[in-house]
């Protein structure tokens, strides 16, 4: 058979191979957020609003929001664009990426809830905003006050918006077109560690301490002398020197809240003076407040502390009355202020 008679041919099977693997080869677009986020953020976290709005510890959280809410262009920006947080937000996402130097470089905060996308759209360009569309999505860009970066807002749909630097935010918009690639559910950087949280969790965070220079010491291990007799708190200072990654999560139940906090760490000597003062602070902490809180001493009690071999956790259930009263604490100090 003749080259002219075969590459009809090779041309023809060519074209149906392509055709049917297109599908295949096709990069599908997610709909995952915690996918949008850098695979080389420093730290992420997680805010799950729907679930918290009935806790002691929302009522607090809410408590924040509105007082911004009563501040000023806030105010009134929440008024052009009808958004009321503790209603319409229901789980807010932030990742924040470290440059080379001592500054954060790069920000990110996804918002899951319901918007009114024109009004959004509307105040954001009174406030001299203008739209640029990208290869993977258009965004409103902000100007910055000359000290800074510019920043952006993308209106993806009703159910999400994306806020950060314009780099931040145009990278999201492409690892969302993209599948998540180059993402945090690539497996790569915190990524790796999103095991060590409960992605259900009312909320969750995960902090890489490598990224923060002035957290870690230059040598493996630290000791801690006092001439005033045992600091649990100190001490805990000086063996978190050698944590590489802190995972924390806390999952709302009814009027308690489970959490836990675990730090990570490859020195076994700094493993055991993590797991030490942690246990002498909560034997601190028990004393301190027999006599004018003496119901909380069971609530201590029933802390754990363990060392699994990479790291230390700590565990509890805070009472809703705990949370109340911390609430209240708070509430006092700010009066006073």
């Known amino acids: 058979m003749t080259a002219r008679r075969l590459f009809p041919r ?11 693997a297109g599908p295949a080869l096709a990069v599908r677009r997610t709909e995952e957020p915690v996918a949008l986020l850098p695979a080389d953020a420093a730290t992420v976290a997680v805010l799950h609003w729907d679930e918290l709005r009935a806790s002691p510890l929302g009522a607090q959280v ?40 001592a500054d954060l470089s790069e920000a990110l905060v996804l918002f899951e809830g319901r918007f009114d996308l024109a009004r959004i759209a509307s105040a954001l360009k009174a406030r001299g905003a203008w739209l640029k569309s990208g290869a993977s999505g ?40 993209n599948g998540g690639a180059g993402g945090l559910m690539s497996g790569q950087g915190l990524g790796r560690s999103l095991g060590r949280v409960d992605r259900d969790a009312s909320a969750w965070a995960l902090v890489d301490l490598t990224r923060f220079p002035s957290t870690q010491g230059r040598e493996a291990h630290v000791e801690i002398h006092s001439d005033e007799g045992s600091e649990p708190s100190r ?8 944590v590489s990654l802190v995972a924390l999560q806390a999952k709302v139940h009814g009027d308690e809240v489970d959490f836990s906090a675990t730090g990570l760490t490859t020195d076994a000597e700094s493993r055991g003076l993590l797991e030490d003062s942690l246990r002498g602070l909560l034997a601190m902490w028990r004393l301190a407040v027999q006599q004018k809180n003496p119901e909380l001493v069971s609530v201590i009690r029933r802390f754990r502390v363990e060392n699994d071999g990479e ?4 565990s509890g259930t805070l009472p809703g009355s705990f949370l109340r009263s911390l609430a209240s604490s708070s509430n006092r100090e700010a009066s006073n202020r």
């Open 62 to 101: 809410f408590a924040q929001m509105d007082e911004v809410s009563t501040d000023g262009d806030a105010a009134r920006f929440l008024q052009e664009t009808g958004l009321t947080p503790r209603e319409d937000i229901d789980t807010m996402i932030l990742a924040m990426t470290r440059g080379t130097h």
């Open 138 to 177: 258009d965004y409103y860009r902000l100007s910055h006050d000359g000290g800074g970066r510019d920043g952006a807002v993308a209106l993806v749909n009703a159910r999400l918006v994306i806020a950060g630097t314009e780099a931040s935010v145009v990278a999201a918009l492409e690892r969302r077109e």
């Open 10 to 20: 090779f041309a023809v099977a060519a074209a149906l191979t392509l055709l049917l």
């Open 311 to 314: 790291g230390v956790s700590i």
């Open 235 to 242: 001490a805990i200072v000086g063996a978190m020197k050698s």
